[in-house]
């Protein structure tokens, strides 16, 4: 393997490529929803850099950018959960470009966790659903330990 976004800092807390990201509103209130994942190397013969990490639905409508009335998602890079103030600096669907490399030359790093904050936004008066078709997608450069 290589990169992967796990729902918890534990190396048996690995998010399925195979299974995108599932959130379910009770659509006639809407709201939001704060959840952080965490991006991990388990490979130490690797190391990464250049990485950005987005969002997609791979569903016949796009939940992510705000486009289709009202809902959206967003990425933050932070330790501690955002605020409201910062969350209204990030445009909805947006990719995020992670500050810190992954392992260096020569040492893979499969210790570190990254913590990238999600924020999921739907709009009032929807039918309830379960949306399971938003996939994550990690880019980086890849390098030999």
Same mark, same amino acid.
């Given at each position: ?6 729902? !918890? ?76 103030? !910062?969350?209204?600096? =990030? ?28 924020? =999921? ?13 938003? =996939? ?10």
């Amino acid at each position: 393997m290589a990169l992967g976004l796990y729902s !918890e800092p534990k190396d048996t807390a690995l998010i399925s490529s195979d299974a995108p990201f599932t959130v379910t509103f009770d659509g006639r209130t809407g709201g939001q929803m704060d959840q952080c994942v965490y991006l991990r190397n388990d490979n130490l013969e690797r190391w990464y850099d250049s990485i950005v990490i987005s969002i997609s639905d791979d569903g016949s409508t796009d939940h992510t950018d705000d486009s289709e009335g009202g809902w959206w998602w967003k990425l933050i890079q932070k330790d501690i959960q955002p605020a409201n103030v !910062e969350w209204l600096k =990030v445009s909805a669907g947006n990719s995020l470009t992670i500050d810190a490399d992954i392992g260096s030359e020569g040492a893979g790093d499969i210790v570190t966790y990254i913590p990238i904050w999600v924020r =999921v936004s739907v709009p009032r008066s929807q039918p309830i659903q379960t949306i399971e078709s938003i =996939v994550f997608t990690v880019e980086a450069t890849e390098h030999a330990a």
